[in-house]
């Protein structure tokens, strides 16, 4: 099984403030990496594909990049609504697993 | 827009068994494969399984191999999770979600039903 980790497991920081965060495959998945957004009693919510491809209707704040086994998710100037957790996925193969995520919250 | 309602979330004992359902509006059912991620109280995301827009493919975790059983009725537009064998760590709150086209781009997702086992 493809591991998926995440870095850091939580970030504290400031609506306007620049964020990244990193997710690292244990083998290449090219460029098979998703983005979700998560809050608590909610649907999760489809961020990025394919790496950098924004998905319809998510603010261009949000972008993706990297290939093979190290990607990363970053918010150019946090908005409130942004303070969630994060999450990563390969989509390169079953079980498509997931990172432990990443927990933003309000500095 | 398209929305995904599941049901059939309940408290169950171990050994026991559930069906979990999810009904879909606004796409062309059959057009997409669907799959069920699960969230365990304090956990993360977990994919649980993953079923083609036929119906002919199937996959799943090894956590629940030989225990659950993913399916579809694309006549109803619902997908179906049936739970056999359950065990405590089975806990969580279950989601259906769509595949945008490969199968693990899921970029649509329901609001979740919580699954309970517990004696």
């Known amino acids: 099984d493809i591991q998926m980790t995440q870095s850091p497991s939580s970030l504290s920081a400031s609506a306007g403030d620049r964020v990244t965060i990193t997710c690292r495959a244990s083998?290449?998945?090219?460029?098979?990496l998703n983005w979700y957004q998560h809050k608590p009693g909610k649907a999760p919510k489809f961020l990025i594909y394919a790496a950098s491809s924004l998905q319809s209707g998510v603010p261009s704040r949000f972008s993706g990049s990297g290939s093979g086994t190290e990607f990363t998710l970053t918010i150019s100037s946090l908005q409130p609504e942004d303070f969630a957790t994060y999450y990563c996925?390969?989509?390169?193969?079953?079980?498509?697993?997931f990172g432990q995520g990443t927990k933003l919250e309000i500095k | 827009e398209v929305q995904l309602v599941e049901s059939g979330g309940d408290l169950a004992q171990p050994g026991g068994s559930l069906r979990l359902s999810c009904v879909v509006s606004?796409?062309?059912?059959?057009?997409?494969?669907m799959s069920w991620v699960r969230q365990a109280p304090g956990k993360g995301l977990e994919w649980v399984s993953t079923i083609s827009g036929s119906g002919s493919s199937t996959y799943y975790a090894d956590s629940v191999k030989g225990r659950f059983t993913i399916s579809r009725d694309n006549s109803k537009n619902t997908l179906y999770l049936q739970m056999n064998s359950l065990r405590a760590e089975d806990t969580a709150v279950y989601y259906c979600a769509k595949a945008r086209g490969r199968f693990g781009d899921l970029d649509y997702w329901g609001q979740g039903t919580l699954v309970t086992v517990s004696s």
């Open positions: 996925q390969q989509s390169y193969s079953t079980p498509y697993t």
């Open positions: 606004e796409i062309t059912f059959s057009n997409y494969a």
């Open positions: 083998q290449s998945i090219s460029g098979y």
